[in-house]
Antibody
């Protein structure tokens, strides 16, 4: 079945780096734009980044621009988020999500938790 | 950045009642709006895309309307499983943005 599974979260000190992964299955991964969306504990949803279906374009939220990098490996059905210079305010559950032509997200993973703390 | 303002923050209703949720955009986004439902401990689920189109498998009691800056999600008769948080999201401009959410509770 169509599935997204995130991994790579954990506890990290401020200023350090972390790389999140998202494994896709059950659909043609190379045919979809893919997004990262995060949710701080007890808070709402915040869009983080997108990568085009072929990796040709990427956009980021201002809050992570210059610190986070989204990438994908279509041959492996994998999506990544490289997070550098992490801050306490980056603490959140990070979801990967599949975009459909309407620009909305029809498939979500369960998320991976990132905690930035000393 | 497009700011989406949802109201009310909390809607207290009973099963069988009608729920009307609002989402207002800071500038016109045409019909480029989606709605999601999120239950505790779960990922969001797409309900509505392009302002008024139900996603696959979504019951007919959910409907969306609006265009430009004002949008509405209506749940015609609340079922017990509908008590959750609802978010709107615009896809007309970068960065993509979400509203802050409306909690529908008993």
């Amino acid at each position: 079945q169509v599935q997204l599974v995130e991994s790579g979260g954990g506890v990290v000190q401020p200023g350090r780096s972390l790389r999140l992964s998202c494994a896709a299955s059950g659909f043609t991964f190379s045919g979809h734009g893919m997004h990262w969306v995060r949710q701080a504990p007890g808070k709402g949803l915040e869009w983080v980044a997108v990568i085009w279906y072929d990796g040709s374009n990427k956009y980021y939220a201002d809050s992570v621009k210059g610190r986070f990098t989204v990438s994908r490996e279509n041959s492996q059905n994998m999506l990544y988020l490289q997070m550098d210079s992490l801050r306490a305010e980056d603490t959140a559950l990070y979801y990967c999500a599949r975009e459909i032509p309407s620009g909305t997200f029809d498939v979500w993973g369960l998320g991976t938790m990132v905690t930035v703390s000393t | 950045e497009i700011v989406l303002t949802q109201s009310p923050a909390t809607l207290s209703l009973s099963p069988g009642e009608r729920a009307t949720l609002s989402c207002r955009a800071s500038q016109s986004i045409g019909r480029s709006l989606g709605w999601y439902q999120q239950k505790p401990g779960q990922a969001p689920e797409l309900l509505i895309y392009d302002a008024s189109n139900r996603a696959a498998g979504i019951p007919a009691r959910f409907s969306g309307s609006g265009s430009g800056t004002d949008f509405t999600l209506t749940i015609s008769s609340l079922e017990p499983e509908d008590f959750a948080v609802y978010y709107c999201q615009q896809r007309g401009f970068w960065p993509r943005t979400f509203g802050q959410g409306t909690k529908v509770d008993i």
